[in-house]
């Protein structure tokens, strides 16, 4: 553990399985601190969903969410 580990509650929603063989996932909810926290450096401009990277907590600045899924306000 260093301190810039995130510890805590990771703010997930219920498993979300929409049909597709691999498509299952587990969405952030929207009070989720994975919100726009990733290292800008090491994410692919798309999610597991195909789905582009946005400004998911409103402040302007287009950062990806930790995890595989983009969090959609």
Do not use: H, M, W
């Amino acid at each position: 553990l260093v301190s810039s580990d995130f510890v805590g509650d990771a703010g997930l929603g219920a498993f979300v399985d929409n049909g597709t063989p691999g498509g299952g996932y587990i969405p952030l909810l929207a009070e989720s601190p994975a919100i726009d926290a990733a290292n800008r450096a090491a994410c692919p401009p798309r999610d597991q969903l195909g789905q582009r990277r946005i400004d998911g907590d409103g402040n302007g600045r287009k950062l990806c969410d930790i995890g595989a899924i983009e969090f959609v306000p």
